[in-house]
Each structure stands twice: as C-alpha cells, then as structure tokens.
C-alpha cells in the first residue's frame, strides 16, 4: 500500500486540527504555514473531510475548521478511507483482480495477503488522532 499526498496531508490536517481541538476552530492559514504545505490543496483537502462528516467549518473572523469528535474517537483509518475507500495492501485484493487474474479463486498468495490486509485495518483503526499528534 502506497499513502497519497493527499492523504499524507489529510493526516497532517486532521494532527493540527486535533492538537487545537480544545482551543475551537483553526484557521487554513495557519496549518498551512507551520506546516509549509499549499493552502488551495489543503483546502480541497478539509472539504473532503467536511463531507465525509469529520470537520465542520465556521466562516468569519474567529472562524475555520474543528473536528466534529475528540481526537480520540477518529482514527487513521476513518480518515484514510475518505480519500481511499478501498485501501489494499496488493492489487490483487481488488474486485477488478477477479476478472483479470486467471488464478484469483485459488492463489495461496491472496490468501495470506487478505490476512495481512485485515491486520493491517485493524492497526489503523487502533491508531487514533491523539496518537499521531502525540498528544498527552
């Protein structure tokens, strides 16, 4: 499995906004230049996760983006699948593959690989937003 830029920058957005979340909102501004990352993207970012219920926004001067729930309720994995709902380990995992691989229905490969998929969702959903922030 490869993580995007885009969802690199989506954990990176969801860090800040976790280690601000007792203060309220945060601005783009603000993440994008202690981060050094380009704001149109990021935006283009944090409204993907606005629409997939993880942050709200306010407008105005006091305004910018909070997460919906604690840091603690949202893992690495809920975030992930905004961008990615379908996040395999090996191509071979995918439903496409069923059509394209002669030896889909009896590779041992797959097999081990669909177990090493699963443990590797069940990682990300055990990581949350407090741990990737490094939060106390």
């Known amino acids: 499995m490869k993580i995007t830029r885009q969802e690199d920058y989506a954990l990176t957005?969801?860090?800040?906004?976790?280690e601000n979340f007792r203060r309220g909102f945060t601005s783009l501004n603000q993440i994008?230049?202690?981060?050094?990352?380009?704001?149109?993207?990021?935006?283009?970012?944090a409204g993907q996760l606005k629409r997939a219920g993880l942050v709200k926004v306010r407008e105005g001067r006091n305004g910018g983006y909070r997460l919906t729930r604690s840091p603690q309720k949202?893992?690495?994995e809920e975030i992930l699948r905004v961008f990615n709902p379908q996040i395999l380990v090996t191509k071979c995992l995918s439903e496409n593959e069923k059509i394209l691989c002669a030896r889909y229905a009896t590779c041992q490969a797959r097999q081990t690989w669909q177990a090493i998929s699963q443990q590797f969702y069940a990682n990300l959903?055990?990581?949350?937003?407090?741990q990737i922030s490094?939060?106390?």
Request: hydrophobic residues 45%.
């Open 74 to 76: 949202i893992s690495a």
């Open 13 to 18: 957005v969801s860090s800040a906004l976790a």
């Open 134 to 136: 490094n939060l106390k």
């Open 32 to 45: 994008a230049n202690q981060y050094r990352l380009p704001k149109p993207f990021l935006k283009k970012i």
């Open 125 to 130: 959903k055990k990581i949350n937003l407090v």
